[in-house]
């Protein structure tokens, strides 16, 4: 497969204004995009474009719109609104592109774009090299015809109609009444339609991290910096905080006594409470292999598989649609439930939560440590040049790590796909054993590295 210049894992990203983040990049996605879906007939195509609250937004929007538009694709404007509500929109307006302007959890200055094809998946590698080998054409080439420019506008409710998406995940026979709930949006793309579908299946929300002003999205909030949620619900006595991220594809959860929970318990919990009633498809979880040890033990017992893939949503779900699975995701709390989403959606994952809260009656203390999760060390190492994973010396403390940790536990040393640097990660019930091995491992790559 050739080399992709311009997306990486998760389309494109990078520093706003800074090449490939820049007004001239985005409208030359918008240009080839267009081009892409014009030469494979001559029907009007449409396209849909969603964003997050980042200043950046504002430059990156008309960028597109003006490629997508010269090209002859018409355009349907949303506003803010998170991933998977793109995603979703995608598909049930029919549209043959959907675009997502986000850096997701990163910070203000990042920004980003992701591209859905009309089933509602993220484009394919080879869909996304299609794209790239119209980006370099020279911006006059391909362009339509005065009557033919793509038309644009706006859709007003888009918010109201993921909002109704959402509310109909959660079990009719159920209602959020009597509970009180932290939302922390994170000042992103969620800030309006997370706190309204909780309220409106009958919760009492206490929103945070929803007065976005441009710069603030992810600043001390939302599921990268669970303290302002788990304060919240101190504060307030609520029975639950749940934190979403930038573009509301991932979640945080605390119980009320503001004890943080993460994605593989999250899971965990979600698992067994479908394994119960009968939904959970294909017999196990997908999951990547940065997850605990304890979730693949929690599953064995209830005699369901746990499969392991890369690190990356795309390799999940990838996985998921292969072996029919409908329950996936990461620790880091990017869950995937595809009998509702085709991709990360944090706000279904939170109801399918509090949908276990409401059933069993217990608080979500009870049910936040659905496993005593095995030690886990990680240590990441930088490094300025060459293959450190390559070095012999390295190799042979993996080898003996492994060689001490035997069957007791896992060993992962793998170079990070966005940095220089080499993620070294072990797991084990003997917590200093554990330590000490990513201690040694740690000390060669460092050795080979400088």
Known sequence: ???????????????????????????????????????????RHLVVIGKDTRLSG??????????????????????????????????????DLGVMISASHNNFADNGIKLFGPDGYKLSDEQELGIEAFMDEGLQEGLAEPRALGRVRRIDDAQARYVEIVKATFPRDLSL?????????????????????????????????VTPDGTNINEECGSTHPEAMAKAVREYRADIGIALDGDADRLTICDEKGHVVDGDQIMALIAGAWADAGTLRAGGVVATVMSNLGLERFLAHKGLALHRTGVGDRYVMQKMREGGFNLGGEQSGHLILSDFSTTGDGLIAALQVLAVMQRSGQPMSRLSRQFEPAPQKLENVRFAGGKPL????????????????????????????TEPLIRIMAEGDDERLVASLVKDIAGAVKSAAG
């Open 58 to 95: 504002y430059m990156i929007e008309p960028a597109l719109v003006a490629g997508f538009a010269s090209v002859g694709m018409d355009v349907r404007l949303f506003g803010p609104l998170p991933t998977p509500a793109v995603a979703m929109m995608t598909r049930s307006m029919r549209a």
């Open 177 to 209: 009444s009597g509970l009180r709930i932290v939302i922390d949006c994170a000042n992103g793309a969620a800030y309006k339609v997370a706190p309204t579908a909780l309220y409106e299946l009958g919760a009492d929300v206490i929103p945070v991290g």
């Open 390 to 417: 390559e070095n012999d010396k390295v190799q042979d403390a993996i080898k003996t790590a492994e060689a001490k940790l035997g069957d007791k536990g896992r060993i992962l040393v793998r170079a990070s796909g």
């Open 1 to 43: 497969m050739s080399k992709r210049t311009y997306f990486g894992t998760d389309g494109i990203r990078g520093q706003a204004n800074k090449h490939p983040m820049t007004a001239e990049v985005a409208l030359r996605v918008g240009l080839a995009a267009g081009k892409l879906f014009r030469s494979r007939d001559d029907r």
